[in-house]
């Protein structure tokens, strides 16, 4: 796997394993000392960063030739190898950058908004270890290496939404968050494993790799090894993976909960990076998909639904952070939906542009609750004069999620909407009303919580200390500039998609739509918002409910499962193995014993008896023979 | 083999215990101290001689090493025969490491110290003999030896298993229980053992002799048919198969913390060493025809297990159906018969045994501390004990399954090696390891986190370095073979391979028997 | 004249008998005693009629130890009863069971 243009160097492995050293060095030095964690974590992050943009200036300037592998043996054993490495490509390049890029803003920012915390070292400690995992995923070079970073990114996920532990809500939230991510990793587990099953008919050529898979695959379909119906079932269940992880309906319901969670915790994990690690795999494994049109079809499908059902549960959701999550489950749903459409280089394109605007709609939500210590949108407002950066941050990140024309997420959004109108109109049309609602429920948020006069005096409400704004500027300007940085192209898009006219006009009408409802509803209360909830009662009702997926999912697990399975498994544990089986066979040799036991009377004149007779009857028939 | 002078290395982990054992009966009781610092240092010297052995090992040479042949009964051809290959080596390590903390854990016992000890050392006496002993008998003497000393222990030491606040198993229960379900399957097993000696007949016990004389002239199919049932049953008792489990969980939960640390930590893994190395690599025919069985049994432990434990209220005994869960993951492993499988099931004898050790560890401490391990009453202790509240989730992490524990890896050689032959078998372990979650993220939940209960006593943390020790050495080994496997599976790899070669050349020899080894496709 | 050795067999069966009788019927200690000394001398009989048959001293010999021997045996016996006798006030045997389970 040697590639003659290899001359980076260390560089890789430095900027896979510096998050992971910082981690290390926190629990061993650092579990007491506060600056020296953050320190050692935004340190550590930073490092990657660097590392990886000395990468990519090293992979432009010397023209290399991606994607290059780096890896080592990580089990070998004669029927199964399986190495850890570093794959550099455009993809896992972009990924990095991101992830360490928007990381080091966030490490920087969590640095005040947890000073007051007492569990800080554990915060950072466990940060880091979360940019480790991340990267792991992103640098993969097989499907194992893949699954083991998918695994300790749910680790990560787990211990910082359970952060403040104490929080019956946080640590059920964490430990939901992981259970539902367990659920998904079974299919994905074993498709992963299906697919290395099938990667040779040879057991000793068998591989996880993803360049030898992906050399390999048309092979495999042509010489009828990998029919096609296996191979369908392989996509869905390592799908399974995404559907999890990127929270995908059904399995989205950990992801609004996740907000319990730090808000910088949100951003990063929630919100940039972990969570559109599902897409990330999806992208990565294109060259699977692309083989197995059923999959794309139900990919596609999973998305669009998710993006337009989290959309309108956005819409009746008073939390600030809960509204952002939903948006995230929607944007997120976006992208799913491109993969399942053919564009994979589109869904990494909105990947990207969302990263950035989403880590600021949630930095800025930080800001806003470490300013205020709240949450509901209708206990806030006023703060677009009390915490202007703040502010206008939220207004620049709105703006490019809701795809305003010029913003980044504008040209990603475009790109996403202008396949779909090509390639299936009944999902363009529900990307098409996301928009709408997208711009709706964000408009919303930002000019109830900050525009709209406060009822209530914010007089201490103040702006945040400039580690805490500088984050935000940064990631505004990149919410900005994204979309002209020609990232299609470095992702090998090389036709530029012309976003077709009507796409473009009737994304602009569903912006400005959205955007306009809100502002009559809101500021110019011309129309009221209970007119609606009146109208569409119904709906309302099922979306106070969240179309009921927590319910099924808590009835399942407190009734079927914790009650009737596992309590039935309980009873014949109790009664029929331990009750009947076992203490039966010791009852039956007591039992034996109490009836043998009634020969021993203790009388000697029995005994007597007998003996005599015995003898004599011994004698008798001696004598007579 | 390395060279003679250096067999008494693994004499002296063998007996470095006993030593101590024997040490102790002379000591006078009031002498705790001293007490504790001799079984310290005989199992310290048993971990350095451990751990000798494992870096030392010869695995250029590979077969068995370190050995030491004293002759005791010519006339039966009984002898003191000693040696370990990879498994063994794997196997010594782990009951060192497990043996090492468990008498560190153990001073947090203060009635009766000296018997406590003089049990606890013939305990430990006796799994190292199963490990180290390359003589049938011996493998057996060694057996009842390790599963005697139990009796006591539980019965003296232990403590009731309660739910809401009734006693639900008496210790006295679950002390007679253990004793005499691991008898009766010793015993089964020793009809098995005779058998196959009087069978063989060389008019040896000694392993190695028999290893090679049935892989040049194999046993009777027929026999092998009859005897390998009663091995494995017999052994699997302990090991413990379903549906012979259920003296598992109630031994661990009576058992002091220390005791079920090596009880769940290694006697189980006797059972499935003891049918690996006897009734799977002396018996191919019989292997191949019951191992199928066995993987049934093996996937009701995964799941049966997992479900009852997420029933239990009761942290030990939550811990104990987990054991009695994962030991279904290295029944499988045996089943499966391929080498990939047969690895993962040696490698998940080592890691599930310091996961778990590590586990009944910690909920010693925190029984110690707030003396309940009642689920509903606990919670909120993460706050008053971080350091053990971390071990926790690590313990829960490992024991899901977590990349970057040893669990993990060798749960995944366990599944791929099932993949192939058993796939329904092996998406039900996948399922396991999802079962799994459910109730070690309900017990860290309902333990650690949440809000605390006010009216339990404070508990206090293991603060210093001593106390801190076997908890780091466990999660340090855990982490250290499931970052880097690459070296201890090389090592399992030498000693499963010969043994799968020997059931393969069975199946050439025997064709048209039902097919369990995967040759090609 | 000399009696035929039948008749010395025929009365220590009778003894015997009656002593086993005795055992077999009786539960006062004493009679007990009293039946066992019957067996005992049953066979002294048979001893001391074969020695003299097979002019063999032996036999006689073996009488000595055995009417030693009973005599200790009563001795022990007789304690017993007396015993039994003050804590129990009874010499019913059904009635000690106090050792019995």
Same mark, same amino acid.
């Given at each position: 796997m040697v590639n003659p243009g290899l001359n980076v160097g260390l560089l890789p492995w430095l900027t896979l394993f510096s998050p992971l050293a910082a981690a290390a060095a926190i629990l061993v030095f650092g579990i007491h000392h506060r600056r020296l964690s953050s320190s050692l974590a935004v340190g550590g992050l930073a490092l990657s960063f660097v590392s990886a943009a000395c990468l990519l200036l090293h992979v432009l300037q010397h023209r290399l030739i991606l994607p290059i592998e780096t890896a080592v043996t990580w089990i070998s054993l004669p029927d199964l190898t399986v190495s850890f490495g570093v794959l550099l490509d455009p993809l896992s390049l972009l990924m990095t950058l991101v992830v360490t890029g928007v990381g080091s803003g966030i490490f920087l920012y969590s640095t005040s908004y947890m000073s007051d915390d007492p569990g800080y070292s554990r915060y950072f400690g466990v940060l880091s270890l979360f940019a480790f995992s991340m990267l792991t995923i992103v640098l993969a070079t097989n499907w194992l290496q893949l699954f083991l970073g998918w695994e300790l990114v749910g680790f990560s996920s787990y211990a910082l939404i359970g952060h403040w532990y104490a929080k019956p809500a946080a640590a059920d939230a964490g430990k939901k968050a992981f259970m539902v991510n367990r659920v998904a990793d079974f299919g994905f587990m074993l498709g992963i494993i299906a697919l290395w099953a099938w990667s040779s008919p040879l057991a000793s050529e068998r591989t996880f790799s993803f360049q030898v898979l992906q050399a390999r695959l048309p092979h495999l379909l042509e010489m009828g090894w990998l029919t096609p119906h296996v191979l369908i079932g392989i996509g869905l269940l390592i799908f399974c993976g995404a559907l999890g992880k990127s929270a995908q309906m059904p399995l989205h319901v950990w992801l609004p909960d #996740?907000?319990? *969670?730090?808000t910088p915790v949100s951003a990063l994990i929630h919100a940039a990076t972990m969570v559109a690690a599902g897409v990330y795999m999806l992208c990565r494994a294109f060259w699977l998909f692309e083989h197995i049109p059923m999959a794309l079809q139900v990919i596609a499908w999973v998305g669009g639904i998710t993006a337009c059902a989290a959309a309108m549960l956005a819409l009746i959701e008073n939390d600030l952070k809960r509204i952002l999550a939903y948006s995230t489950l929607s944007q997120l749903g976006y992208m799913v939906m491109a993969v399942g459409l053919g564009g994979e280089a589109a869904a990494m394109y909105h990947l990207t542009t969302h990263a950035f605007f989403k880590a600021l709609l949630f930095l800025a939500a930080g800001s806003v609750i470490h300013a205020? =210590?709240?949450?509901?949108i209708w206990e806030l407002g006023g703060l677009h004069k009390a915490m202007p950066i703040t502010s206008w941050s939220f207004l620049i990140g709105g703006l490019a999620l809701a795809g305003f024309p010029g913003l980044s997420g504008f040209f990603s959004k475009e790109a996403i909407l202008s396949l779909a109108y090509e390639r299936n109109g009944v999902l363009y049309l529900l990307g098409a009303m996301t928009a709408a609602l997208t711009a709706f429920y964000i408009a919303r948020a930002w000019l109830v919580a900050f525009f709209r006069p406060a009822h209530d005096s914010h007089a201490h409400a103040h702006e945040s200390p400039s580690v805490m704004t500088g984050p935000l500027i940064v990631l505004a300007g990149l919410s900005i500039v994204a979309g002209y940085l020609g990232l299609p192209t470095f992702l090998g898009e090389h036709e530029a998609h012309h976003g077709s006219p009507v796409v473009v006009a009737v994304s602009l009408l569903a912006v400005g739509g959205g955007f306009g409802l809100a502002w009559l509803i809101?500021?110019?209360? #011309? @129309?009221?918002s209970a007119l609606f909830l009146e109208r569409f009662r119904g709906w309302v009702w099922v979306l106070e409910r969240k179309y009921g997926f927590d319910q099924l999912y808590n009835w399942y697990v407190d009734v079927v499962q914790q009650r009737v399975i596992a309590q039935a498994c309980q009873l014949v544990e109790r =009664?029929? @193995? @331990?009750?009947? #089986?076992v203490n039966g066979t010791a009852w039956l040799t007591q039992a034996a014993g109490r009836v043998i036991r009634r020969c021993q009377t203790g009388v000697i004149q029995q005994y007597a008896l007998v003996f005599v007779t015995g003898v004599v009857v011994l004698v008798y028939t001696a004598i007579r023979r | 083999m390395p060279p003679l002078s250096s067999s008494w290395i693994l004499a002296l982990v063998l007996l470095a215990p006993a030593a101590a054992a024997l040490l102790l009966c002379v000591v006078p009781a009031a002498q705790a101290v001293w007490v504790r610092r001799i079984a310290v240092l005989a199992t310290g010297a048993s971990l350095a001689g451990a751990l000798t052995i494992f870096f030392h090992y010869n695995r250029a040479l #590979? *077969?068995?090493?370190y050995e030491m042949l004293v002759p005791w009964i010519s006339s039966l051809g009984i002898s003191f025969h000693l040696g370990v290959d990879g498994i063994g080596t794997t196997l010594v390590l782990l009951h060192a490491l497990c043996a090492f903390c468990g008498v560190l854990i153990s001073y947090a016992i203060t009635d009766r110290v000296k018997e406590y000890y003089i049990f606890y050392l013939v305990l430990i006496t006796g799994v190292f003999g199963v490990f180290t002993s390359l003589d049938v008998f011996f493998i057996y003497f060694f057996y009842e030896m390790a599963v005697i000393p139990m009796y006591p222990l539980i019965g003296i030491w232990g403590s009731d298993v309660k739910e809401h606040g009734m006693v639900r198993f008496s210790k006295e229960y679950a002390a007679m229980k253990l004793t005499i379900y691991l008898t009766a399957g010793a015993v089964l097993a020793l009809v098995g053992l005779l058998w196959l000696y009087a069978s063989s007949g060389l008019q040896t016990s000694d392993l190695v002799a028999l290893e090679h004389h049935f892989s040049l002239t194999p046993l009777a199919p027929h026999l092998q048919r009859m005897i390998f049932p009663l091995l494995v049953i017999g052994f699997g008792v302990i090991a413990p198969m379903w549906p012979f489990h259920s003296w598992s969980p109630i031994g661990h939960a009576a058992a002091p913390s220390a005791v079920s640390m090596l009880h769940a930590g290694v006697l189980m893994k006797l059972g499935s060493y003891a049918i690996l190395r006897l009734a799977v690599s002396l018996m191919p025919d019989g292997a191949r025809l019951w191992l199928p069985w066995l993987a049934g049994l093996c996937v009701m432990n995964i799941i049966y297990g997992g479900l009852v434990a997420m029933a239990q209220k009761d942290l030990k005994l939550i811990i104990g159906y987990s054991s009695s869960s994962h030991m279904g993951y290295v029944l499988l492993g045996i089943a499966v018969l391929t080498p990939v499988g047969l690895n993962g099931a040696v490698l998940l004898m080592f890691a599930h045994g310091l996961m778990t050790a590590l586990a009944f560890a910690l909920v010693g401490h925190v029984y110690d501390q707030t003396h309940t391990r009642y689920l509903p009453e606990l919670g909120g202790l993460a706050k008053s004990l971080p350091f053990i509240a971390t071990c926790g989730v690590i313990a829960a992490m490992a024991s899901s399954g977590l990349p970057g524990f040893a669990n993990f890896v060798a749960e995944l050689l366990v599944i791929v090696g099932a993949w192939d032959q058993y796939r329904l078998q092996a998406v039900l372990a996948v399922l396991g390891v999802v079962i799994t979650s459910v109730y070690m993220l309900r017990l860290v939940r309902g333990t650690f986190f949440g809000q605390a209960n006010e009216s339990l006593p404070h508990a206090r943390d293991a603060t210093t370095p001593f106390a801190r020790l076997p908890y780091l050495i466990l999660t340090g080994a855990l982490l250290a073979v499931g970052c880097w496997p690459k070296p201890l599976i090389s090592l399992i790899d030498l000693s499963t391979r010969p043994i799968i070669a020997r059931i393969a050349r069975a199946q050439a020899a025997a064709p048209g028997v039902g097919s369990t080894w995967r040759e090609s496709y | 004249m000399t009696l035929p050795l039948q008749h010395y067999l025929v009365l220590s069966g009778v003894l015997f008998a009656i002593g086993l009788a005795g055992i077999l019927t009786r539960r006062n200690i004493l009679f007990l005693l009293l039946s066992i000394e019957l067996m005992f001398n049953a066979a002294n009989l048979l001893f001391v009629a074969y020695a003299r048959m097979w002019h063999d001293l032996g036999g006689q010999v073996i009488v000595l130890f055995i009417i030693t021997v009973a005599a200790a045996e009563v001795t022990v016996g007789l304690a017993i009863a007396i015993l039994m006798s003050r804590q129990l006030r009874t010499l019913n045997a059904d009635e000690a069971r106090s050792l019995k389970w």
């Amino acid at each position: 796997m040697v590639n003659p243009g290899l001359n980076v160097g260390l560089l890789p492995w430095l900027t896979l394993f510096s998050p992971l050293a910082a981690a290390a060095a926190i629990l061993v030095f650092g579990i007491h000392h506060r600056r020296l964690s953050s320190s050692l974590a935004v340190g550590g992050l930073a490092l990657s960063f660097v590392s990886a943009a000395c990468l990519l200036l090293h992979v432009l300037q010397h023209r290399l030739i991606l994607p290059i592998e780096t890896a080592v043996t990580w089990i070998s054993l004669p029927d199964l190898t399986v190495s850890f490495g570093v794959l550099l490509d455009p993809l896992s390049l972009l990924m990095t950058l991101v992830v360490t890029g928007v990381g080091s803003g966030i490490f920087l920012y969590s640095t005040s908004y947890m000073s007051d915390d007492p569990g800080y070292s554990r915060y950072f400690g466990v940060l880091s270890l979360f940019a480790f995992s991340m990267l792991t995923i992103v640098l993969a070079t097989n499907w194992l290496q893949l699954f083991l970073g998918w695994e300790l990114v749910g680790f990560s996920s787990y211990a910082l939404i359970g952060h403040w532990y104490a929080k019956p809500a946080a640590a059920d939230a964490g430990k939901k968050a992981f259970m539902v991510n367990r659920v998904a990793d079974f299919g994905f587990m074993l498709g992963i494993i299906a697919l290395w099953a099938w990667s040779s008919p040879l057991a000793s050529e068998r591989t996880f790799s993803f360049q030898v898979l992906q050399a390999r695959l048309p092979h495999l379909l042509e010489m009828g090894w990998l029919t096609p119906h296996v191979l369908i079932g392989i996509g869905l269940l390592i799908f399974c993976g995404a559907l999890g992880k990127s929270a995908q309906m059904p399995l989205h319901v950990w992801l609004p909960d #996740a907000m319990e *969670g730090p808000t910088p915790v949100s951003a990063l994990i929630h919100a940039a990076t972990m969570v559109a690690a599902g897409v990330y795999m999806l992208c990565r494994a294109f060259w699977l998909f692309e083989h197995i049109p059923m999959a794309l079809q139900v990919i596609a499908w999973v998305g669009g639904i998710t993006a337009c059902a989290a959309a309108m549960l956005a819409l009746i959701e008073n939390d600030l952070k809960r509204i952002l999550a939903y948006s995230t489950l929607s944007q997120l749903g976006y992208m799913v939906m491109a993969v399942g459409l053919g564009g994979e280089a589109a869904a990494m394109y909105h990947l990207t542009t969302h990263a950035f605007f989403k880590a600021l709609l949630f930095l800025a939500a930080g800001s806003v609750i470490h300013a205020t =210590h709240r949450q509901n949108i209708w206990e806030l407002g006023g703060l677009h004069k009390a915490m202007p950066i703040t502010s206008w941050s939220f207004l620049i990140g709105g703006l490019a999620l809701a795809g305003f024309p010029g913003l980044s997420g504008f040209f990603s959004k475009e790109a996403i909407l202008s396949l779909a109108y090509e390639r299936n109109g009944v999902l363009y049309l529900l990307g098409a009303m996301t928009a709408a609602l997208t711009a709706f429920y964000i408009a919303r948020a930002w000019l109830v919580a900050f525009f709209r006069p406060a009822h209530d005096s914010h007089a201490h409400a103040h702006e945040s200390p400039s580690v805490m704004t500088g984050p935000l500027i940064v990631l505004a300007g990149l919410s900005i500039v994204a979309g002209y940085l020609g990232l299609p192209t470095f992702l090998g898009e090389h036709e530029a998609h012309h976003g077709s006219p009507v796409v473009v006009a009737v994304s602009l009408l569903a912006v400005g739509g959205g955007f306009g409802l809100a502002w009559l509803i809101y500021v110019q209360r #011309a @129309i009221s918002s209970a007119l609606f909830l009146e109208r569409f009662r119904g709906w309302v009702w099922v979306l106070e409910r969240k179309y009921g997926f927590d319910q099924l999912y808590n009835w399942y697990v407190d009734v079927v499962q914790q009650r009737v399975i596992a309590q039935a498994c309980q009873l014949v544990e109790r =009664h029929l @193995i @331990i009750g009947f #089986a076992v203490n039966g066979t010791a009852w039956l040799t007591q039992a034996a014993g109490r009836v043998i036991r009634r020969c021993q009377t203790g009388v000697i004149q029995q005994y007597a008896l007998v003996f005599v007779t015995g003898v004599v009857v011994l004698v008798y028939t001696a004598i007579r023979r | 083999m390395p060279p003679l002078s250096s067999s008494w290395i693994l004499a002296l982990v063998l007996l470095a215990p006993a030593a101590a054992a024997l040490l102790l009966c002379v000591v006078p009781a009031a002498q705790a101290v001293w007490v504790r610092r001799i079984a310290v240092l005989a199992t310290g010297a048993s971990l350095a001689g451990a751990l000798t052995i494992f870096f030392h090992y010869n695995r250029a040479l #590979a *077969g068995y090493q370190y050995e030491m042949l004293v002759p005791w009964i010519s006339s039966l051809g009984i002898s003191f025969h000693l040696g370990v290959d990879g498994i063994g080596t794997t196997l010594v390590l782990l009951h060192a490491l497990c043996a090492f903390c468990g008498v560190l854990i153990s001073y947090a016992i203060t009635d009766r110290v000296k018997e406590y000890y003089i049990f606890y050392l013939v305990l430990i006496t006796g799994v190292f003999g199963v490990f180290t002993s390359l003589d049938v008998f011996f493998i057996y003497f060694f057996y009842e030896m390790a599963v005697i000393p139990m009796y006591p222990l539980i019965g003296i030491w232990g403590s009731d298993v309660k739910e809401h606040g009734m006693v639900r198993f008496s210790k006295e229960y679950a002390a007679m229980k253990l004793t005499i379900y691991l008898t009766a399957g010793a015993v089964l097993a020793l009809v098995g053992l005779l058998w196959l000696y009087a069978s063989s007949g060389l008019q040896t016990s000694d392993l190695v002799a028999l290893e090679h004389h049935f892989s040049l002239t194999p046993l009777a199919p027929h026999l092998q048919r009859m005897i390998f049932p009663l091995l494995v049953i017999g052994f699997g008792v302990i090991a413990p198969m379903w549906p012979f489990h259920s003296w598992s969980p109630i031994g661990h939960a009576a058992a002091p913390s220390a005791v079920s640390m090596l009880h769940a930590g290694v006697l189980m893994k006797l059972g499935s060493y003891a049918i690996l190395r006897l009734a799977v690599s002396l018996m191919p025919d019989g292997a191949r025809l019951w191992l199928p069985w066995l993987a049934g049994l093996c996937v009701m432990n995964i799941i049966y297990g997992g479900l009852v434990a997420m029933a239990q209220k009761d942290l030990k005994l939550i811990i104990g159906y987990s054991s009695s869960s994962h030991m279904g993951y290295v029944l499988l492993g045996i089943a499966v018969l391929t080498p990939v499988g047969l690895n993962g099931a040696v490698l998940l004898m080592f890691a599930h045994g310091l996961m778990t050790a590590l586990a009944f560890a910690l909920v010693g401490h925190v029984y110690d501390q707030t003396h309940t391990r009642y689920l509903p009453e606990l919670g909120g202790l993460a706050k008053s004990l971080p350091f053990i509240a971390t071990c926790g989730v690590i313990a829960a992490m490992a024991s899901s399954g977590l990349p970057g524990f040893a669990n993990f890896v060798a749960e995944l050689l366990v599944i791929v090696g099932a993949w192939d032959q058993y796939r329904l078998q092996a998406v039900l372990a996948v399922l396991g390891v999802v079962i799994t979650s459910v109730y070690m993220l309900r017990l860290v939940r309902g333990t650690f986190f949440g809000q605390a209960n006010e009216s339990l006593p404070h508990a206090r943390d293991a603060t210093t370095p001593f106390a801190r020790l076997p908890y780091l050495i466990l999660t340090g080994a855990l982490l250290a073979v499931g970052c880097w496997p690459k070296p201890l599976i090389s090592l399992i790899d030498l000693s499963t391979r010969p043994i799968i070669a020997r059931i393969a050349r069975a199946q050439a020899a025997a064709p048209g028997v039902g097919s369990t080894w995967r040759e090609s496709y | 004249m000399t009696l035929p050795l039948q008749h010395y067999l025929v009365l220590s069966g009778v003894l015997f008998a009656i002593g086993l009788a005795g055992i077999l019927t009786r539960r006062n200690i004493l009679f007990l005693l009293l039946s066992i000394e019957l067996m005992f001398n049953a066979a002294n009989l048979l001893f001391v009629a074969y020695a003299r048959m097979w002019h063999d001293l032996g036999g006689q010999v073996i009488v000595l130890f055995i009417i030693t021997v009973a005599a200790a045996e009563v001795t022990v016996g007789l304690a017993i009863a007396i015993l039994m006798s003050r804590q129990l006030r009874t010499l019913n045997a059904d009635e000690a069971r106090s050792l019995k389970w």
